[in-house]
């Protein structure tokens, strides 16, 4: 029987592929890519020239059908993102889903993932994280979903796009106060950074200079960054 691979890609800097990623995608069959030009440059620069199909939020449904015949037929699949873990504020859960459900085989080819990499090094606690993924664009909503989350006690991370990032500051700033929020910038990125204070100070910061590039946001208590909980 075929399986299906979920292989980590870099989310910044090409030498966090790894080698058992590298392996799965020179020895499967085909490539199950959500943007087959951006894996296509990835592909490249390690040397490795195999089919691709693409598979993206909009088609999920339709392609799952078609990576399923393959696993069926005995195909090996690899899964990948335009960056990091496939699943993971990206598309892959549904075929997960389904492979898992026709009976075939799915295996994690694990690396780089913002998520993480943005909470270990945070100086946040790490022992308890609730991660929400991206906000919805809407202000009501975006507003309810942070009401929603308010009260967990322990971390919490998002992710933002770089053009609402001063939007967030405010909303949380309203909604949760004198928090400690750090943002991760530009992760495994030549201009990574991790700035932190409260929304209202970031906010400051903010005004000082423009910050762009992907951003993770994470949520800390109303302690001192060390000081436990
Ligand atoms: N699947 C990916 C992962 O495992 O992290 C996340 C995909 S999601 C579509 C993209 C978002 O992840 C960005 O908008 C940003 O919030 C975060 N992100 C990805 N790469 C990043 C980086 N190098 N530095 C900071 N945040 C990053």
Do not use: W
Request: hydrophobic fraction near 40%; aromatic fraction near 6%; include cysteine.
């Amino acid at each position: 029987p075929g399986t299906l691979y979920l292989v980590a890609t870099p989310i910044g800097n090409l030498e966090d592929m790894t080698l058992r990623g590298l392996r799965t995608l020179r020895e499967c069959d085909v490539i199950a890519a959500e943007d087959t030009r951006r894996t296509g440059q990835l592909l490249k620069h390690f040397g490795i020239s195999k089919p691709m199909i693409s598979y993206f939020q909009f088609n999920e449904a339709k392609r799952s059908e078609e990576i399923l015949q393959r696993l069926a037929r005995g195909e090996k699949v690899a899964l990948v993102t335009d960056a990091g873990t496939p699943g993971i504020s990206d598309p892959g859960e549904r075929v997960v889903q389904a492979a898992r459900s026709g009976g075939f085989r799915v295996e994690a080819v694990p690396g780089p993932c913002a998520l993480v990499a943005a909470l270990t090094a945070s100086g946040l606690p790490t022992d308890e994280f609730h991660f929400i993924g991206f906000l919805p664009h809407k202000s009501g909503q975006r507003r309810k979903q942070l009401e929603a989350v308010k009260d967990f006690a322990g971390t919490l991370v998002l992710y933002e796009s770089p053009y609402r990032i001063e939007k967030l500051l405010n909303e949380l700033n309203e909604i949760f106060g004198e928090r400690q929020v750090v943002l991760a910038r530009e992760l495994t990125k030549k201009f990574e950074e991790f700035l932190t204070g409260t929304p209202v100070q970031l906010l400051e910061v903010l005004k000082k200079r423009a910050l762009k590039g992907e951003f993770v946001v994470l949520i800390g208590q109303n302690v001192e960054i060390g000081a436990g909980k």
